[in-house]
């Protein structure tokens, strides 16, 4: 009987020491986890970007594959914004709505960002970038093969302060050379990825403009950003 | 002798012809070139002077070149590239409690050597918190910043100017006036001019290639192939298996 009982003492505590053991390190095990899946992005970005920068140097027709594991993150390539990118989730390494550079990788940390098409009372649709702090909207115009007559001096239908409740309706305008016609011409508006719970969120504007001269612009509105951040890529003939 | 004069005269019979530079030659061609903000004119032609030329001029005409002598040199290795102009119209609530400024000063134009802070701004103090809304140069190289009153339509017209290469514009929406845009400038790294405090859940980390056309879209996690292509346009043309 007394070795039955001690034998039962010694399971109790050898299955009690393992579950202390195993909830202490878990979540170490996660967090080292963390940390690997970070540094493993890091380097798989080196690695696309190493490539990229030989392809520039290269002839045409030069190509490079490369064997990538994300694990659980995401890759993507939005070939709209020119860029190549990694989301990974559960992290609060940076604050919110800020960017760092580590060489030629950006990293910025935040929560949601809102991008969709919405329907507008008047029957028109907007582009919608969304977040916390800011709303910006521009007019849904033709398509990718779908050109249409595009104006930008009137395509930003929305930018709204959410902090203040403010909306103003500027008229906008992109010149090249700061010639007049090149605001203007034939293309199109659309959202590069369209989602409720995205990092960042981007409207690309390609116009053909009258002036022979066409462009990308690229609105970006990343998390907890109060700003939006333009960029025009792209410009050919100018 | 006969024999070598045979020999040498075959040889030079059986080089490749070579031209000299032909000025009317149709492979040769002279384009006038139109710039912008190059600075004086020289006496003779109506050239703009070389040496203003590099400093702020932008080209009017693509894929051209600019030659001394025999020398040339496209207008990319001179740094002429294109300019780009973001304008913005706009009034917050239209009423006398708006304030417009670039760096703290009123209605103008200005260079980079005019200002120390490079952004056009509209606040409303008569709104609680003051929203601000403005243009704010992130780029490489500022070519100018306008500001004017547009008075007839109770709104500040914004221009805000820069080199193509690394072009950025930051558009604020946030609080606090133009004062606090002014205090986050210089931007180190890009954050908000003034933060929610919100909690982040999430990381983006990214490469971009603002001159490069990059074509395809994807998404995907776990493990996969990517295969990168340069094609005749020079785009890398992108898959992933």
Request: glycine residues 10%; contains cysteine; negative net charge.
């Amino acid at each position: 009987m007394k070795g039955l009982i001690e034998a039962a003492l010694v399971v109790a505590i050898v299955v009690g020491a393992t579950a202390i053991v195993v909830s202490t390190v878990t979540p170490l095990i996660s967090q080292g986890k963390s940390q690997q899946d970070f540094i493993s992005a890091k380097n798989t970005l080196s690695e696309v970007d190493s490539a990229m920068q030989q392809l520039m140097l290269e002839a045409v027709g030069s190509r490079r594959q490369i064997d990538l594991d994300v694990g659980t993150g995401k890759f993507i390539v939005a070939g709209d914004e020119e860029k190549f990118k990694i989301r990974l989730e559960g992290y609060q390494t940076i604050e919110p709505g800020s960017t760092i550079q580590e060489g030629n990788i950006q990293i910025r940390g935040g929560s949601a960002v809102e991008a969709v098409e919405e329907e507008q009372s008047d029957g028109s649709t907007d582009l919608v970038l969304r977040n916390s702090l800011v709303t910006f909207a521009v007019k849904k115009i033709g398509g990718p093969s779908n050109w249409s007559q595009i104006n930008t001096t009137s395509m930003i239908t929305q930018f709204t302060n959410r902090r203040t409740g403010t909306t103003v309706h500027p008229k906008s305008g992109i010149f090249i050379n700061d010639k007049p016609l090149s605001s203007a011409g034939f293309g199109y508006t659309q959202l590069t990825t369209q989602s409720s719970n995205i990092a960042s969120g981007s409207i690309e504007v390609f116009v053909n403009s009258t002036a022979g001269i066409s462009y990308d612009a690229v609105f970006t509105l990343s998390s907890a950003s109060d700003f939006v951040d333009l960029q025009v890529l792209n410009i050919h003939g100018a | 002798m006969i024999g070598k004069i045979f020999l040498a005269a075959t040889f030079l019979a059986l080089c490749p012809v070579a031209f000299a530079a032909d000025t009317n030659s149709s492979n040769l061609s002279v384009l006038n070139l139109e710039f912008d903000a190059g600075g004086g004119y020289t006496n003779s032609t109506g050239f703009q002077m070389f040496s203003t030329i590099g400093l702020n001029g932008a080209a009017r005409a693509g894929n051209a070149y600019v030659c001394v002598g025999y020398l040339c040199f496209s207008l990319e290795q001179l740094n002429l590239r294109a300019v780009v102009t973001f304008l913005m119209d706009l009034n917050i609530s239209g009423t006398g409690s708006e304030n417009a400024t670039v760096d703290g000063k009123g209605f103008g134009f200005y260079r980079p050597s005019d200002i120390s802070k490079y952004f056009a701004c509209v606040d409303d103090v008569g709104i609680p918190s003051d929203p601000a809304y403005g243009i704010v140069f992130s780029g490489r190289q500022l070519n100018y910043i306008d500001l004017e009153n547009n008075s007839g339509n109770h709104s500040y017209i914004m221009r805000v100017s820069q080199m193509a290469e690394d072009n950025r514009f930051l558009l604020p929406a946030t609080i606090g006036g133009c004062s606090q845009i002014s205090s986050r400038l210089p931007m180190i790294t890009l954050m908000p001019f003034v933060p929610s405090g919100e909690t982040a859940n999430a990381i983006e980390m990214f490469l971009s290639y603002p001159f490069i056309d990059i074509v395809g879209n994807y998404e995907k996690t776990g493990k996969m192939t990517l295969i990168m292509e340069k094609n005749s346009t020079n785009q890398i043309v992108v898959d992933v298996i």
